[in-house]
């Protein structure tokens, strides 16, 4: 038989030849068309004796990334699948470096996988129970946890993982029908192309800050938080390096997380991402307390508000809303002429956001702004511009809100005019109460509900016996709003409302209210 064939006895199954091939491709003993070398080591080498030799492969493409390489971690039992996906990710252009020489009696292998690791990118943890159960394999995954490389565990039979593998999202390859190597393979190409590929762990880091870094990629937010907040806890010089790496992490909440944390350590230039962060990412803004932003802002107000005031004049909408909610945030007086000018967008979300924000500011200069406002032809505008006018406790548009009691119609009216009456009752304007029992009469229930909660709170003596011959209109109320509104302030009478109610109800309550005030007098 010629040494180029397999004898009988060798006989491997397809699956072992292509493994095989890969095999002896890569390690120069066989040509791409599937010769074997016969000067390249003797005689023709079979799966087993391979398993027992040392066949290390690094495949580098030409012209591709190869500064490093993928680390397939695997039990000897799961060896065909590993060279299988050696394949896969070969047809990628992704390097790749497998070991076989565990079996080798008397070998110290352990300084040469170490090594591998540590020139990582990534590491494929192949895992299986047997794979589970291999010391070698926990302890290739678990160094690489510990030097902080990222580790994908690829899940090709059920087993339970270990608890500090099952906190990484495992990607599932158990079924052999539906497979996601397209989703391996884009996952490695991020990982590989990103910034945080090339960040190196020397080996006396400590122990917390390699666990803080791993914990970066766990599959759970709240322990890629604990990551960030940790690494940001210590001066340690990888520490840091690890937050500025972080920052390009392809999970949007590592990025911003320590962004936020940058910031807070005065690091100017990310002080200014923040800024940019915040503006593009608002999803994120749970994550960082309106104090904190005045906070980290305001460390150097001269280079970051003026990135907000520039993006009210962007064109992008939702960021220029974005930008007023923020300058809000922050309270700085002097953002008040870009918002005010904002208050005339053609968006009207920005503009009930400049509006809120003007509110959130309190500067009395605002005050003759918003009041313009109220004659808006959008019940939201109007709503908004009443709402801000009473946080700066703007006694000057009382004589303009009276007035626009009588003014407004439309499915909007009873809003408008429940704010107008909200807002004289929160800067107790009694001079407002004549107009207030007016609507005691009117053809609108929901407006003479009201009205009565209004004279609860602003009435006299004299509006009790009006109050009282109005007991007995028993309308019903279908009014959400205000029947909101009236269980959050009369939750005093001991009933909490939310289905349809009466006007006698809200009267008696307002009754319950003047009585209990004037006790007081």
């Known amino acids: 038989m010629k040494s180029n064939q397999l004898t009988s006895s060798q006989a491997l199954t397809s699956s072992q030849a292509r493994f095989l091939q890969v095999q002896l491709r890569v390690s120069g003993q066989m040509t791409h068309s599937g010769k074997w070398k016969a000067g390249a080591g003797g005689s023709t080498p079979t799966l087993g004796s391979m398993a027992g030799g040392r066949t290390r492969w690094i495949r580098k493409p030409q012209g591709q990334f190869s500064m490093s390489h993928a680390f397939i971690s695997y039990q000897n039992t799961d060896s065909d699948f590993a060279g299988y996906l050696m394949l896969q990710l070969e047809r990628a252009s992704i390097d ?44 290739e995954w678990a160094y690489a946890l510990g030097a ?37 393979i884009r996952q490695l190409i991020e990982i590989r192309d990103s ?31 604990e990551g960030i907040k940790m690494l940001a806890a210590t001066e340690h010089p990888i520490a840091r390096e690890s937050l500025r790496h972080s920052l390009h992490h392809p999970l949007a909440d590592v990025r911003f997380l320590a962004t936020i944390e ?76 870009a918002l005010i000018e904002r208050i005339g967008d053609s968006n009207a979300q920005v503009i009930i956001a400049a509006i809120k924000a003007l509110g959130d500011i309190r500067d009395p200069s605002a005050i003759p702004a918003l009041i313009e406002r109220i004659g808006d032809s959008n019940a939201q505008v109007i709503i908004a511009a009443i709402k801000a006018l009473g946080k700066l406790e703007a006694r000057t548009a009382v004589a303009r809100l009276m007035k626009c009691l009588d003014d407004y119609s439309g499915e909007e009216s009873i809003r408008i005019r429940e704010e107008i009456i909200s807002f004289l009752i929160e800067l107790d304007v009694r001079t407002a109460v004549p107009n207030i029992r007016a609507y005691l009469h009117s053809e609108e229930p929901a407006l003479r509900g009201i009205a009565a909660m209004a004279l609860g709170y602003l009435g006299d003596t004299e ?34 409302f939310s289905e349809p109610i009466s006007l006698s109800e809200i009267i008696e309550a307002a009754l319950w209210v003047m009585e209990a005030k004037l006790r007081r007098r």
């Not at 762990?201 to 390699?210: G, L």
């Open 262 to 337: 940058l910031a807070r350590l005065n690091d100017d230039q990310c002080l200014e991402k923040l800024a940019i962060s915040l503006l593009h990412d608002y999803q994120y803004h749970d994550h960082i307390s309106n104090a904190d932003k005045r906070d980290y802002i305001m460390s150097k107000p001269t280079a970051i508000i003026p990135l907000f005031v520039r993006a009210l004049t962007g064109s992008d909408a939702a960021q220029r809303r974005a930008a007023a909610v923020l300058l809000g945030d922050i309270r700085d007086p002097s953002a008040i002429p």
């Open 96 to 139: 790749t470096w497998m070991d076989k020489e565990r079996l080798r009696p008397g070998y110290d292998w352990s300084e040469d996988i170490d090594k591998a690791i540590q020139d990582s990118f990534a590491m494929i943890a192949v895992m299986s129970p047997d794979a589970k159960a291999s010391e070698y394999v926990t302890y």
């Open 463 to 496: 509006d009790i016996d009006d109050l009282k011959r109005l007991l007995k209109d028993e309308t019903i109320i279908t009014d959400m709003f205000l029947i909101k509104l009236y269980s959050e302030r009369f939750r005093a009478v001991g009933q909490d």
């Open 148 to 184: 902080g490389i990222r580790v994908i565990p690829v899940l090709l039979k059920d087993t339970l993982l270990h608890p500090r593998l099952a906190k990484i999202q495992y990607l599932k390859f158990t079924d052999p029908h539906v497979r996601p190597w397209d989703a391996l």
């Open 195 to 225: 910034d945080a590929a090339t960040l190196r762990i020397p080996r006396n880091t400590p122990a917390f800050i390699k666990r803080a870094i791993s914990d970066l990629d766990c599959a759970n937010p709240k322990d890629r938080r």
